[in-house]
T-cell receptor
Framework: AQSVAQPEDQVNVAEGNPLTVKCTYS??????LFWYVQYPNRGLQFLLK??????LVKGSYGFEAEFNKSQTSFHLKKPSALVSDSALYFC???????????FGKGTRLSVIA | GAVVSQHPSRVICKSGTSVKIECRSL??????MFWYRQFPKQSLMLMAT?????????EQGVEKDKFLINHASLTLSTLTVTSAHPEDSSFYIC???????????FGPGTRLLVL
């Protein structure tokens, strides 16, 4: 069975500092990995994904994530945080079959000016 | 990215009535659509997966007679909450995917309040 762990409920970062939101996963076979962001009372917005290719994936709004197979991790990063990045971030995984995404519990990012 | 819409965005209804939520993929054909439910400050819980033209596959614990899902075309899926009760109050989010290797895109969500 597929699963995702986001070990931090909350991450606080000062504006301008780098940010990292952690994610580890478990899946049979090759993983399809995704990051989404959710603003209050809104659906999820797609940030980036890893399916194959370079382990470092670049996505929307300056975010990037690195796929690490040995550590089964897919941490989300941004070199310089903005206050507007404050939101709820979800990591998700699925296998290569016709299966739905399985989500982590989410990490609330708070960027302080 | 692709656009998925949901209607209505918010609905308030009386206990015992039925509510229909529409989900549309606006700029792509979705072979598969998904319905999720999200409780406050919690993650998304998958309710069901539907492929166009076939019956939905429901997750364990989700009552298929209560949450009716219709995926009649490649751009439209509907979720009907039948005989709604206050415990059905939640944030319902649909998602659509063009193909097996494609990204899943999400609608803006529908907040249901049953009085």
């Amino acid at each position: 069975a597929q699963s995702v762990a986001q070990p931090e409920d909350q991450v606080n970062v000062a504006e301008g500092n780098p940010l990292t939101v952690k994610c580890t996963y478990s899946v049979s076979g090759n993983p399809y990995l995704f990051w989404y962001v959710q603003y209050p009372n809104r659906g999820l917005q797609f940030l980036l994904k890893y399916i194959t290719g370079d382990n470092l994936v670049k996505g929307s709004y300056g975010f990037e994530a690195e796929f690490n197979k040995s550590q089964t991790s897919f941490h989300l990063k941004k070199p310089s945080a903005l206050v507007s990045d404050s939101a709820l971030y979800f990591c998700a995984v699925r296998d290569a079959g016709n299966t739905p995404l399985v989500f982590g519990k989410g990490t609330r990012l708070s960027v302080i000016a | 990215g692709a656009v998925v819409s949901q209607h209505p965005s918010r609905v308030i209804c009386k206990s015992g009535t039925s509510v229909k939520i529409e989900c549309r993929s606006l700029d792509f054909q979705a072979t598969t659509m998904f319905w999720y439910r999200q409780f406050p400050k919690q993650s998304l819980m998958l309710m069901a997966t539907s492929n166009e033209g076939s019956k939905a596959t429901y997750e364990q614990g989700v009552e298929k007679d209560k949450f009716l899902i219709n995926h009649a075309s490649l751009t439209l899926s509907t979720l009907t909450v039948t005989s709604a009760h206050p415990e059905d109050s939640s944030f319902y989010i649909c998602s659509a995917r063009r193909g097996v290797q494609e990204t899943q895109y999400f609608g803006p969500g529908t907040r249901l309040l049953v009085l």
